[in-house]
């Protein structure tokens, strides 16, 4: 009895285009209840996720120096060879490095952020910006003062200096006055 009122109900469905029915209901209700979701975008912007990777900047620390110091980590973590770094050393102090030349093509940066956690100093950050519509790709050919520009306009509240690279190094250095206090 059972196998036959379930041909019965099979066969009905299949007169009825049951499934097609059910499928056109949910289109039905959702073209009645749609509310749209533009948003008019020069005057509305999109809320991006804390780590969207972006353009890149190049930032500087608390008096205004530059925190990058030539260590070339940056241009040999980056998958796609998009950064070129000429480094030089301080002259009064030979010990000490800086960037004379920073330069990065954005036009094949693939945004992994890879360079960015390489540098051991954090003188590197992905910024949100992602508006960069220019007529000529050579303009996407950014240098070290326009990264620095851009670092300047995304981070305005910046790092103290600190006094030594490493900031484990404090904890070993017995000179140092700002060492954990001793728990005995």
């Given at each position: 009895?059972?196998?036959?009122?379930?041909?019965?109900?099979?066969?009905?469905?299949?007169?009825?285009?049951?499934?097609?029915?059910?499928?056109?209901?949910?289109?039905?209700?959702?073209?009645?209840?749609?509310?749209?979701?533009?948003?008019?975008?020069?005057?509305?912007?999109?809320?991006?996720?804390?780590?969207?990777?972006?353009?890149?900047?190049?930032?500087?620390?608390?008096?205004?120096?530059?925190?990058?110091?030539?260590?070339?980590?940056?241009?040999?973590?980056?998958?796609?060879?998009?950064?070129?770094?000429?480094?030089?050393?301080?002259?009064?102090?030979?010990?000490?490095?800086?960037?004379?030349?920073?330069?990065?093509?954005?036009?094949?940066?693939?945004?992994?952020?890879?360079?960015?956690?390489?540098?051991p100093v954090d003188a590197l950050a992905m910024t949100k910006?992602?508006?960069?519509?220019?007529?000529?790709?050579?303009?996407?050919?950014?240098?070290?003062?326009?990264?620095?520009?851009?670092?300047?306009?995304?981070?305005?509240?910046r790092e103290k200096r600190r006094g030594f690279q490493h900031?484990?190094?404090?904890?070993?250095?017995?000179?140092?006055?700002?060492?954990?206090?001793?728990?005995?």
């Amino acid at each position: 009895m059972t196998s036959r009122y379930r041909g019965l109900t099979v066969w009905v469905k299949l007169i009825t285009f049951y499934e097609l029915a059910v499928g056109m209901k949910s289109t039905l209700s959702h073209l009645i209840h749609y509310e749209p979701s533009n948003l008019q975008y020069l005057y509305e912007k999109r809320a991006l996720p804390d780590n969207y990777r972006g353009m890149l900047a190049l930032l500087r620390n608390e008096n205004g120096t530059e925190k990058y110091v030539g260590c070339d980590l940056c241009e040999a973590a980056c998958p796609s060879r998009v950064i070129a770094v000429v480094s030089a050393e301080v002259p009064a102090e030979p010990t000490k490095r800086y960037a004379r030349e920073y330069s990065m093509d954005m036009t094949r940066c693939l945004f992994y952020g890879l360079r960015v956690q390489a540098c051991p100093v954090d003188a590197l950050a992905m910024t949100k910006e992602y508006e960069w519509a220019v007529y000529d790709k050579r303009d996407l050919s950014l240098h070290k003062q326009q990264l620095l520009a851009i670092g300047d306009r995304t981070f305005q509240t910046r790092e103290k200096r600190r006094g030594f690279q490493h900031p484990n190094l404090a904890v070993f250095t017995i000179a140092s006055s700002n060492h954990p206090s001793q728990a005995c």
